[in-house]
């Protein structure tokens, strides 16, 4: 790499000062920062190379994973800068040349209120066993969400925690609770690996980063039933739209038997947007499902399309309509109008409240 062009700590240390969420390094093109939602070239930065760029990710990339890298032409794993910040890495192949995605790890575990999440959350972090999903597309706030609920036990109860992540995120301090964090590809070869090996080191609550696959699913809902607290993620919409996905993982012969243990053991499913603030920043917009006993039934009985109505009509009870905190958020100067139908569930129901 030529002396002319920066080291990969240089621009992680732009990233930090400019208060990016991310940064990406591609060849041809300057490097570029995402600040609050929206990507900003740096172009007092020299535009890098193929090779550039290599050596770039060859400073960063655990030896151990190089062979993996060459073999599946993508790769995440975890990164420190100094004593400044954590990252989370996906380095990939486009059009033959290596390319790199950075995303900065807030290093202050930030509670609900700091994240301007609805205290109604931190029910789920008081139960002893349940599976809690968070949802929602890439890039909106799912980790921390969990991270947040895995402080809170930490905080308040003395549990043995088991997080199974790829890549690990955030380092957690121990309080009361005994956490253990485990890595995909470094710790465990894999999520379901991690998960079934769970049940044999005394844990009670799990945290898995993401469910993949029917095998890391079903034995997520396994836990849950045997008196673990589970928390996931996914990557989908909405709650009915979650359901749907994991019953649809299952061979057809299955899934009345997993609709049954879903209705028993799911205790609630948050779906979450990070929306442009007008004052700056990001806020979140979001939807809460609770598993009462009219969720349940509809879930084992196959009728996943009532629910974004049961929600709506639930606000006494704690569930919170994503169309309806949109309009909150519209009503008071947060966010722009336009912004808010980017992400509203139905432009009707949205407008009504209004």
Do not use: C, W
Request: hydrophobic letters at 40%; a negative charge.
């Amino acid at each position: 790499m030529s002396s002319s062009i920066p080291q990969i700590t240089d621009l992680l240390d732009i990233v930090i000062s400019e208060g990016g969420s991310d940064l990406h390094i591609t060849a041809g093109q300057h490097p570029i920062i995402r600040i609050a939602g929206s990507l900003v070239p740096i172009t007092h930065q020299p535009i890098f190379s193929v090779d550039d760029v290599t050596t770039m990710l060859k400073s960063i990339l655990p030896e151990s994973r190089s062979e993996e890298f060459e073999k599946n032409q993508s790769i995440d794993f975890s990164y420190a800068h100094e004593q400044k910040g954590r990252f989370r890495v996906n380095g990939y192949i486009t059009q033959g040349a290596s390319t790199i995605a950075m995303r900065l790890i807030q290093h202050k575990v930030r509670d609900f209120a700091d994240l301007n999440l609805p205290p109604i959350l931190d029910v789920f972090s008081q139960h002893v066993q349940g599976f809690f999903v968070v949802v929602g597309p890439v890039g909106q706030g799912k980790s921390t969400t969990l991270t947040a609920l895995i402080e809170r036990i930490n905080e308040t109860r003395a549990e043995h925690i088991i997080t199974i992540e790829d890549p690990i995120e955030y380092i957690f301090e121990e309080k009361k609770s005994l956490i253990h964090q485990r890595e995909v590809h470094v710790d465990t070869p894999d999520f379901h690996t991690a998960l079934q090996a769970a049940f044999r080191e005394d844990v009670n609550v799990i945290m898995v980063g993401e469910m993949r696959d029917q095998e890391t699913i079903s034995s997520a809902v396994t836990a849950a039933e045997t008196g673990h607290l589970v928390f996931s993620t996914l990557h989908t919409n909405n709650a009915a739209q979650t359901i749907d996905r994991i019953i649809d993982m299952f061979p057809s012969n299955q899934q009345d038997q997993v609709r049954v243990q879903l209705a028993g053991s799911l205790v609630g499913i948050f779906s979450q947007r990070l929306v442009p603030r007008i004052s700056g920043g990001l806020i979140p917009a979001y939807e809460l499902l609770l598993n009462n006993s009219a969720v349940a039934n509809v879930i084992r009985e196959g009728r996943t399309h009532e629910i974004s109505t049961i929600i709506q009509t639930s606000s006494q009870e704690g569930m919170v309509d994503m169309d309806r905190t949109l309009s909150e958020l519209v009503r008071k100067g947060e966010i722009t109008i336009e912004h808010a139908y980017e992400h509203v569930f139905d432009a009707k129901i949205f407008e009504s409240y209004l």
